[in-house]
């Protein structure tokens, strides 16, 4: 299984961004996918996930951030609105074998390289 991100870039504080991540080796069906973030020299932390009809999302983006996935395409999406400064990190998606996201990290086998999301202000 592999994942592949990207969509990010730089944009000015108030814009938006879609992230995308294609999977390869597994036909999407019931698993469990999520974004997560990161900066240097912290913890990555959870973003928003998906499994079936249900979606989760951190405090911090709820509102503003809506994932989504194409299970036709392989792809899962993020879409970014209101971007803020603090937004600014490597955004990961994740995948796991479950029909039942998780906000934790450890909990996701299978990571995509990362693509870096800068918000200027």
């Known amino acids: 299984v592999q994942l592949q991100a990207f969509g990010g870039g730089l944009v000015q504080a108030g814009g938006s961004l879609r992230l995308s991540c294609a999977v390869s080796?597994?036909?999407?069906?019931?698993?469990?996918m999520g974004w997560f973030r990161q900066v240097p020299g912290r913890e990555r932390d959870f973003v928003a996930a998906?499994?079936?009809?249900?979606?989760g999302y951190a405090d911090s983006v709820k509102g503003r951030f809506t994932i989504s996935r194409d299970n036709a395409k392989n792809t899962l999406y993020l879409q970014m609105n209101s971007l803020k400064p603090e937004d600014t990190a490597v955004y990961y998606c994740a995948l796991r074998i479950n029909n039942d996201y998780s906000r934790a990290p450890t909990l996701y086998p299978y990571w995509g390289q990362g693509t870096l999301v800068t918000v200027s202000s």
């Open positions: 998906t499994s079936g009809g249900s979606t």
């Open positions: 080796g597994r036909t999407l069906s019931y698993d469990s």
